[in-house]
């Protein structure tokens, strides 16, 4: 992104508390994406926002030219939709340069933002990997769902009703057990982008952002759960989703830009940490329109490959909106679905 001008080194101290998140949403869509070296509290941390917030960025991720046009980008994301590449697996991972377990665990040591006034909290994870897998038959899941930190050592996560996750914690809930769960920060956008797509239940989301990079997306065991997640991502995070509590979660500012809370959110209990030196830690200031979440969700809708997990009518009108890249109709839309809820 440097090397393309499409990078803001912000140099200037930045509080990790609403500064950060203001900072991030004072975009447009030609405005670079925002590496964030100097965060109060946190000397020698790094902190990336706005890393697909142009059309630019996201072929700059897919391996195309930053000059290729939105169709031209639809077009070979569809093609390479159909060439998974299967991944590999990496003895040796930079993620061991640094290791946390039991008492050692704490959250707090990076960077975490608290993005906006109306959040209920800090957000570790807004833009990341959920890895988890079907307790019954062994197959693979890997999602982006929000999570709250709660403490040096526990986070909430927010669950989808009909996500595969949601399945994942309902068997494991039937057998009466945690669910285990990898959580990686700051890894290829291919792999964001695969998480944040729709495949049918069990297809592999590695493969898939395998066949996003043409190449084999490169693995590493967990060492505290039984667990594949990537080897070149800056932070890892194991431990096991609580299945007999729940816990509040939020209000965050989502995509259609108002606080929504969940009452129904699962409890994430960490077991270890393992990050790089010096990692860079990944975050998104939802709420925007035409932010990066919504120029992501253009992507995949205009590739027919978009989810929001509802109601069918709601699904074809916010998918068309997302087509057409009407991101404040589509944000309005969004609204008065949560308001008429009485969300």
């Known amino acids: 992104m440097e090397s393309a001008g499409e990078l803001e080194r912000v140099t200037d101290l930045v509080d990790w ?21 100097n ?16 059309y630019s960025r996201i072929a700059i991720a897919l391996g195309l030219e930053a000059t290729t046009t939105f169709r031209e980008i639809v077009d ?58 079907d307790p019954e038959n062994g197959l693979r899941n890997i999602g982006v769902y929000r999570m709250q930190l709660l403490n040096a050592k526990t986070t909430a996560i927010s669950v989808s009703p009909g996500s595969h996750l949601a399945r994942h914690l309902a068997k494991a809930e039937k057998k009466g057990e ?31 952002a395998g066949g996003l990079s043409r190449e084999a997306i490169v693995l590493s065991e967990c060492l505290t759960v039984g667990l594949e997640v990537p080897a070149f991502a800056e932070i890892v995070l194991e431990g096991k989703i609580r299945t007999d509590s729940k816990v509040m979660e939020g209000p965050f500012l989502d995509y259609a830009g108002i606080p929504k809370a969940d009452p129904n959110a699962r409890i994430f209990e960490v077991t270890c940490i393992m990050h790089r030196e010096n990692p860079i830690f990944r975050g998104a200031a939802i709420g925007l329109p035409g932010g990066e979440d919504h120029l992501l969700f253009s992507l995949l809708s205009a590739a027919d490959c978009l989810d929001f997990h509802g109601s ?5 009108i916010q998918n068309g909106l997302l087509k057409k890249r009407a991101f404040n109709l589509f944000q309005y839309v969004g609204r008065l679905r949560q308001l008429l809820a009485g969300r």
């Open 17 to 37: 508390k609403y500064e950060l998140g203001a900072r991030s949403r004072r975009i447009s869509q030609t405005a670079p994406a925002l590496l964030f070296e």
């Open 39 to 54: 965060i109060k509290q946190y000397p020698g941390h790094q902190l990336l926002t706005n890393g697909l917030g142009t």
């Open 76 to 133: 070979a994301f569809r093609r390479r939709l159909t060439h998974p590449v299967a991944p590999v697996s990496l003895g040796e991972s930079p993620l061991l340069e640094c290791v946390s377990t039991g008492n050692e665990v704490n959250l707090e040591k990076f960077p975490v933002p608290w993005f906006h006034q109306s959040d209920g909290g800090r957000y570790v994870g807004t833009w990341h990997l959920n890895v988890t897998k």
């Open 178 to 208: 945690a669910l285990e769960m990898g959580v990686a920060i700051g890894v290829d956008e291919t792999l964001i982008m695969a998480a944040a797509a729709s495949p049918t239940y069990g297809a592999d989301e590695y493969a898939i």
């Open 312 to 316: 069918g009518i709601r699904q074809r």
